[in-house]
């Protein structure tokens, strides 16, 4: 994997009015998906919150993880987007980086049902009615949009509406939202290919055994830059229904998730989201909206 940090052009977070101490609404679909309530600020600290490890807030992610997101494939260091809000929500709760650890679980795993082996998760998990009846969502973190990414000079390259890629072979990792992007947004003649992982997926776009790649848009922007050779970022699909956001999974009524929601909104009315999306997502450049 290629560790060299790049400036990446994305949207910016829309900044949303929110107090660190207001309650979380549970039919806003950036709210938890069990309904819970807002907890007493008294309790949002590390010895009043019941973490799998008295003291210690244990956050998950898969292995391996990429940039933008993470550095390194080391989510503990703090670096790229969701390592760096990781850290700020912690800090936020009242912990150190002492008394925060790391586990990996894979993406599909951390929201199915059952036990979880982490207090929170953060690896790009679109908070989903569907995915909300087996585990709490955070407030979103971040608001996200799918792009398509091809080989420059192929049909696909040149693709400039969602109709021109209904014929081609599409592909993405597993239960993402950007598989469903496929499936009900481009909706495309044969049936898309589906990954365990984005390397599996890159290497079958290289490879010619699918013609378009389907991703988040800041990590499109950073494998046709760092990563693909003769990559290129098609477009990205405009956002459907109230838009699609980056939520931190949670058990199903987990009673952190009010306190970890509270964190992140308050780290949205500071600015702190918005100055860590400009840190590590934001720069020049721009994809066009295919329609």
């Keep these: 994997m290629i ?18 101490c207001a309650p979380t609404d549970s ?3 950036a709210a938890s998906g069990s309904g819970t309530t807002s907890a007493e600020a008294s309790s949002c600290t590390p010895a009043g919150l ?5 003291g210690t807030l244990t956050f998950g992610t ?46 599909n795993a951390a929201i199915q049902p059952g036990v979880k082996s982490f207090d929170v998760d953060l690896n790009e998990f679109s908070i989903t009615d569907e995915r909300k009846q087996a585990v709490d969502f955070s407030s ?12 420059k000079g192929t049909p696909a390259a040149s693709a400039a ?10 592909g993405a990792q597993v239960g993402t939202t950007s598989y469903a992007a496929i499936t009900d947004v481009i909706k495309p003649k044969s049936d898309p290919a589906v990954y365990n992982n984005n390397d599996d997926a890159k290497a079958a776009l290289t490879n010619g055994q ?3 790649l389907v991703v988040d848009l800041p990590t499109a922007f950073y494998i046709t830059s760092a ?65």
């Excluded at 993880?65 to 700020?88: L, Q, R």
Aim: include cysteine; aromatic fraction near 6%; charged fraction near 15%.
């Design 50 to 54: 019941k973490t799998l490890s008295p």
């Design 27 to 29: 039919t806003d679909p």
């Design 210 to 212: 699918i013609d378009g």
């Design 227 to 291: 990563e693909l050779e003769n990559g290129v970022i098609v477009g990205q699909l405009a956002p459907t229904g109230d838009g699609e956001q980056f939520g931190m999974v949670l058990d199903l009524g987990s009673p952190l998730t009010p306190c970890v929601s509270q964190a992140v909104d308050a780290l949205r009315a500071d600015g702190t989201l918005d100055a860590l999306a400009t840190q590590w997502l934001a720069g020049s450049g721009a994809a066009p909206v295919l329609k």
């Design 3 to 20: 560790t060299l940090r790049r400036t990446l052009p994305v949207l910016l977070l829309t900044a949303l009015a929110a107090s660190a």
């Design 161 to 170: 509406s969602i109709g021109d890629l209904a014929g081609l072979k599409l």
């Design 62 to 107: 898969d292995q391996p993880v990429y940039e933008p997101w993470f550095v390194d494939d080391t989510p503990e260091n703090g670096k790229g987007f969701e390592g760096a809000v990781a850290a700020a929500v912690a800090k936020q709760l009242g912990y150190t980086t002492e008394s925060t650890t790391w586990v990996r679980v894979p993406f």
């Design 140 to 151: 979103g973190y971040y608001d996200v949009t799918q792009a398509v990414v091809a080989l």
